[in-house]
């Protein structure tokens, strides 16, 4: 059986004190480099996710697992399976899996599934992300989007913000490395809410995304896209840390 912790969700509107060193991580982000971000990293061209449903004891380690095309942003969803806790991978179920599922229009997978989306890469689009050092159970996100003017978008703009934790082929018999998502929110941006100056449209987001006991903090890794209100993925990005700068 598959030990890997079980994600903990971190509700949007829950603040607590453990929040509060995690929240001014991330907004240090803001006011100084973090060697652990997208600055430099190629937008990826395409999205690619696999689903595998907590049921399926075999599916981590089938050798039949698809594998990712070269220069796409690779995903790993464990979805709650209709056993529970008695689920042979329900130590790393993603309670936001199902919703993830709604969105691309899909059912839970029976066994294993995946679906690979296409990034349109906005012409002048900048998508950054950033993340913090770990603190009690929690690290700060730094995000920002700059839209040249004028670009002609169907609003409102959506974005999923992922904390993974990349594993290297072999972790618990798996046949491909795979980024197992550990955490997820859905930020939204309307026209009206964004910073401004003559030639662009800038938002930005900071916040505290918690990860499960257990989990390999000094691994952590952050990845962002964007889409608009009909779904065309506009911008994509993820962190990468050198192994001196993971904590």
């Not at 220069?71 to 709650?80: K, Q, R």
């Not at 490395?177 to 003559?198: C, K, M, T, V, Y």
Request: glycine letters at 6%.
């Amino acid at each position: 059986m598959m030990n890997l912790p079980r994600f903990k969700c971190l509700e949007s509107r829950l603040w607590h004190w453990a929040l509060l060193p995690a929240l001014l991580l991330a907004t240090s982000l803001t006011h100084a480099q973090s060697s652990c971000n997208s600055d430099g990293q190629p937008m990826p061209s395409a999205l690619f996710e696999r689903f595998i449903n907590a049921d399926c004891a075999t599916c981590w380690t089938d050798t039949a697992t698809p594998i990712a095309p070269p220069g796409a942003l690779v995903l790993d969803w464990i979805v709650p399976g209709g056993l529970g806790d008695e689920a042979a991978l329900s130590a790393a179920a993603s309670s936001d899996a199902p919703s993830r599922l709604q969105a691309l229009q899909r059912l839970r997978p029976a066994t294993q599934a995946h679906q690979e989306s296409r990034v349109d890469a906005l012409p002048g689009a900048t998508l950054r992300v950033a993340r913090g050092p770990a603190v009690n159970g929690y690290v700060g996100v730094s995000i920002s989007l700059t839209l040249p003017r004028g670009t002609s978008l169907a609003w409102p703009l959506s974005g999923w913000v992922v904390l993974m934790e990349p594993l290297p082929r072999g972790t618990e018999g798996s046949p491909v490395p795979r980024n197992l998502i550990r955490n997820a929110l859905q930020p939204l941006w309307n026209g009206s809410e964004q910073l401004s100056n003559r030639d662009q449209l800038i938002f930005k987001d900071l916040r505290a995304m918690s990860f499960p006991e257990g989990t390999h903090a000094d691994r952590l890794e952050v990845a962002i896209w964007v889409q608009d209100a009909q779904g065309r993925i506009l911008a994509a990005t993820q962190s990468a840390c050198p192994p001196e700068d993971k904590n």
